[in-house]
């Protein structure tokens, strides 16, 4: 059986991600439209590797946060909510977009009346 106690030797031992932002392009065509459209969105993105490794393919200039953890299911879950934010926001945008397909413009009313 896993003991989830820390130990000293887990206490001194740190789990590290780097967490930084980038701006994301999303790209559609409306129907009946040449033109291609985006939509941009900053999130949040989960470097794993190192920050020699970070530094290297971003530069110095990126800003970034370092997060350490005393254990790895910490680090797991910091990662997961990462992730799910992520996966909210590309949701929140599919949804506009295909609102924008369907309507040909910005819709964000009801479609009947529930009374």
């Known amino acids: 059986m896993i003991n989830n106690e820390a130990t000293q030797d887990n206490e001194e031992r740190k789990f590290k991600v780097i967490m ?3 701006t994301v392009e999303f790209k559609y ?3 009946d439209e040449d ?3 985006i939509i941009e969105r900053d999130i949040k993105i989960v470097w ?6 970070f530094l290297e393919e971003h530069g110095s200039e990126k800003p970034y946060k370092v997060y350490t953890f005393r254990r790895e299911r910490e680090q797991k ?3 997961d909510q990462i992730e799910n934010e992520t996966d909210e ?3 929140e945008v ?3 977009i295909a ?3 369907k309507f040909g413009f910005d819709f964000s009313g009801q479609l009947h009346n529930d009374d």
């Open 29 to 31: 065509t409306l129907p």
């Open 48 to 53: 794993e590797d190192t920050l020699d490794a």
């Open 35 to 37: 033109e291609e459209k």
């Open 99 to 101: 609102n924008k397909m």
């Open 20 to 22: 930084y932002e980038e």
């Open 94 to 96: 599919q949804e506009e």
């Open 77 to 79: 879950f910091f990662i």
């Open 89 to 91: 926001l590309i949701d």
